[in-house]
């Protein structure tokens, strides 16, 4: 940490700093070779005799952690003294939201020569360095309808994707007028990338015909050109307003899941991981199919980012929702442990950035399953204030519905979450609420459906193989209750009848009885006492 009189000075020894750190590595493997990270700001500090502290310390210290290795980021305060004064280029990134900071924060990346063969080296140029993480550019969805008059609802698809992309922690979405200085265009993606910075290019098309409409979109890599990902909406022609509404919150829910997917892969090549890069990693893991070991691999890295960063908000939640997920799915005969170390976790994290609505909805489901069901509505209903599009918080709502006997409200909830995230990694887990709150009002035959098309999303983890052994020995299925129970015990041979008795998740009087009925099941279908 180091404070300068000028702006002007703070960059020109950062650039010489930087230099030197390349002269002095230039012989040094990849694997050896030091890459550091500058971030710069001008604000007031305060000066103490051995550190200096102070928002504008905060506001450096948060783009020092975006800056490429080997780079500099700049804010805009300080870009505003040193303009024309310093020979280096300077790319706009845009207005960043900053862990921890209150105000989005425009920030820009120095690149001089010397820097960019620094920090690129052998790659292919600058831009795959520079591009900041998350960083991204809705293209206009091109029109391909006869009918020039739906440009309206076309343009209307795109800034609002625009929008809700940017309600992604630590994103960068490029403007909308930015963007749409590409429409009409014949485009080289690639281009694009260079000219706005940016690592990922959404593009696209909308089609009428007759009374149906056609969205098409592409997820780009803007380095390499390649495509990530793509998507079809192929709909009957109804209320456009509500349509558009889907359509995006849809998209919006996909490529939050694609983007990690895509950073945490980038993630894998670095030799210098940072907090932000273990935390996709480890988001990876999280959605992968879900299984005990790659629970256990994402906090691995969870914990990793933390140590690196310990006020990481995201890293924070991640960690949590490993241990609501090991407590909540019985996974573990410590549950009160993981609970309390989720909870800690999470009121951390609010602490840190009260408007994160991921933290709210976790929060909420936690309560639920700690017999404080109705606080946990309330909970993930705030976090739906802040973020209507979060599917989660809306199955949480159900959840919390199922432990405060309100269980045959439990479905409609969910179906919410699955229009806005058909395709979430995380339906298995939704797909189980909705059985067992069948399975609580006694709809047997319909929570086998659900616990049946649960497992088969996922045949991975133990208690929905316990739980439908229940449900298929109280109707007198033993045979097939007994093949459950076998195939939940070869996942986790330590499971027993005594861990299920031994935490009550409510205490509601509906809830108890068909925790009793769990627990009559299993032992039908073998599952050992302990």
């Known amino acids: 940490m180091a404070d300068f009189p000028s702006a002007v000075e703070a960059v020109r020894s950062a650039l010489q700093f930087q230099n030197r750190i390349r002269e002095l590595t230039s012989t040094d493997t990849e694997d050896e070779r030091i890459a550091l990270r500058v971030g710069i700001n001008v604000g007031d500090v305060i000066v103490e005799p051995h550190d200096i502290f102070g928002d504008g310390v905060n506001i450096a210290a948060r783009l020092e952690s975006i800056a490429e290795p080997g780079g500099i980021c700049i804010s805009s305060s300080a870009y505003e003294h040193i303009q024309g004064k310093i020979g280096a280029r300077f790319i706009d990134m845009g207005e960043l939201s900053l862990k921890n900071i209150d105000r989005p924060v425009r920030a820009y990346a120095v690149v001089s020569h010397e820097l960019a063969t620094a920090t690129v080296g052998a790659r292919s140029g600058p831009n795959s360095i520079l591009a900041p993480h998350l960083s991204i550019v809705v293209l206009p969805l091109a029109n391909l309808s006869s009918d020039p008059g739906q440009d309206y609802f076309v343009d209307g698809v795109t ?44 593009e696209g098309s909308v089609q009428r015909g007759g009374n149906r409409f056609r969205v098409n979109v592409q997820l780009v890599d803007a380095q390499t050109g390649n495509h990530l990902w793509a998507e079809r909406f192929d709909k009957p022609l109804a209320d456009l307003l509500d349509m558009q509404d889907e359509i995006v919150s849809r998209l919006a829910n996909t490529l939050n899941a694609q983007l990690i997917a895509a950073e945490a892969k980038r993630a894998e090549r670095s030799l210098h991981p940072n907090a932000l890069d273990l935390y996709f990693q480890g988001m990876a893991r999280w959605n992968k199919r879900w299984t005990l070991d790659n629970l256990v691999q994402a906090r ?47 009121v951390k994290a609010i602490s840190l950035a009260p408007h994160y609505p991921p933290a709210h909805a976790f929060l909420g489901c936690l309560q639920s399953l700690t017999n404080r069901a109705a606080q946990g509505i309330a909970e993930c209903e705030h976090a739906l204030a802040l973020n209507p599009n979060l599917a989660d918080a809306h199955a949480f709502i159900g959840v919390g519905k199922t432990y405060l006997g309100r269980a045959a409200e439990t479905e409609a909830d969910i179906n919410e979450a699955f229009r806005l995230s058909p395709r979430d990694e995380g339906a298995h887990r939704w797909m189980f609420w909705i059985g067992f709150s069948k399975f609580i009002l006694g709809a047997d035959d319909d929570a086998i459906v659900w616990l049946r098309r649960s497992l088969k999303a996922n045949p991975n983890y133990p208690i929905g193989h316990f739980q439908l052994a229940a449900a298929l020995a109280l109707i007198g299925r033993l045979d097939e209750a007994r093949a459950a129970a076998k195939e939940g015990l070869a996942l986790d041979p330590s499971f027993t009848v005594r861990r299920i008795k ?9 809830f108890r009885v068909a925790g009793k009925r769990t627990v009559q099941g299993m032992r039908m279908a073998g599952v050992p006492e302990g």
Do not use: C
């Open 159 to 202: 800034e609002s994707l625009t929008t809700d992309l940017s309600r992604i922690r630590g994103s960068l979405v490029v403007a909308r007028n930015n963007a749409f200085s590409y429409k009409g265009k014949s485009i080289d993606i690639r281009q694009v990338g260079r000219e706005l910075n940016v690592r990922y290019v959404l």
């Open 300 to 346: 691995g890295f969870f914990e990793r980012a933390l140590k690196l960063d310990p006020d990481h908000v995201e890293a924070l939640v991640g960690i949590a929702s490993i241990d609501i997920s090991i407590a909540g799915f019985l996974l573990s005969d410590n549950i009160d442990e993981h609970f309390v170390a989720a909870e800690k976790a999470l």
């Open 502 to 510: 031994k935490y009550a998740f409510s205490d509601d009087p509906m």
